[in-house]
């Protein structure tokens, strides 16, 4: 039997689970937002500060909260809910952030689930209005994923200003 990463992820992928993240989960979610952000940004993040913003949302259900998807009691993927309040719409925007799937989980449905387990959170909350995320602009593979699951690009750019 072939037990290479990739099959493992093909064969698991029924078998996944999606859930709220806990904070149990916390060290795996601040794990993945290290990589992700190397992955697509080839930034180092501070493992220590990001832990603590990890374990800040979850002991603060106010700031957002992490949904994880698991096979065989690990957590191979995982995205980050936000919000963000608009006077426009009278409503809440759910942001989609720190999406990461552990690479040998791709390209197997995961973030599609997750994606999904969002929305139809999102459909029992009268206050949501709709999903917004953002994006590295050279990420195609992720801006053609978006583009699959329904979402649309707008015509915002993001500025930012850091302290």
């Known amino acids: 039997m072939n037990t290479s990463g990739r099959d ?3 064969r698991m992928t029924e078998e996944v689970t999606l859930r709220k993240g806990e904070l149990r989960d916390a060290d795996t979610l601040a794990a993945f937002n290290v990589a992700m952000a190397w992955e ?3 930034k180092h993040l501070d493992p220590e500060v990001v832990g603590r913003g990890v374990r800040a949302v979850l002991a603060q259900p ?3 909260f992490y949904v994880v998807a698991v096979a065989e009691g690990e957590v ?3 995205l980050l809910v936000t919000y ?3 006077d426009w719409r009278c409503g809440q925007f759910w942001w989609v952030q720190s999406v990461y799937v552990q690479p040998p989980f791709r390209r197997r449905g ?3 689930r997750l994606h999904a387990f969002v929305g139809e959170e999102a459909s029992h909350n009268s206050q949501v209005c709709g999903l917004r995320l953002y994006v590295e602009d050279n990420n195609g593979a992720a801006q053609q994923v978006y583009t699959a699951l329904g979402m649309r690009r707008t015509p915002y ?3 930012e200003q850091s302290f």
């Open 62 to 64: 106010e700031r957002g």
């Open 84 to 86: 963000e309040w608009s």
């Open 76 to 78: 191979v993927g995982a």
């Open 110 to 112: 995961i973030f599609r």
């Open 40 to 42: 697509t940004e080839r």
């Open 8 to 10: 493992k992820g093909k």
């Open 157 to 159: 750019h993001v500025y």
